[in-house]
């Protein structure tokens, strides 16, 4: 059994869980993102008309899109404990690998 040939199969195939699961995970935050701007973009049209017509100072259009951004970064901050579940999945993952590629090279 050669474990240096091993553990660079297994490196190799750690990149590919990485790539599947930060693509995914990349999709998903894009798709969030489009949704966040969907939700809002009423309330961002308002507040830039009115930014506009001059009815609120640079300050007050700041400072709303903010909110509303910051209403966002809530959803963001649960979703960090979907990232720590999809880490965690990758780590099963590579875990697994390491396993299935040591134990297929055994006799």
Do not use: C, T, W
Not at 19 to 34: C, I, T, V, W, Y
Not at 46 to 56: C, H, N, T, V
């Amino acid at each position: 059994m050669n474990l240096d040939k091993i553990f660079e199969e297994i490196a190799d195939g750690i990149k590919e869980i990485v790539k599947n699961g930060a693509k995914a995970f990349a999709d998903e935050a894009e798709k969030d993102l489009r949704a966040f701007l969907k939700d809002s973009e009423e309330d961002l049209k308002r507040y830039s008309r009115m930014f506009a017509d001059g009815a609120i100072s640079k300050f007050e259009y700041q400072f709303l899109v903010k909110m509303k951004a910051d209403g966002a970064e809530m959803l963001a901050v649960s979703a960090k404990g979907i990232a720590k579940a999809r880490y965690k999945h990758l780590l099963e993952s590579v875990r697994n690998l390491i396993v299935s590629s040591v134990m297929a090279a055994l006799p």
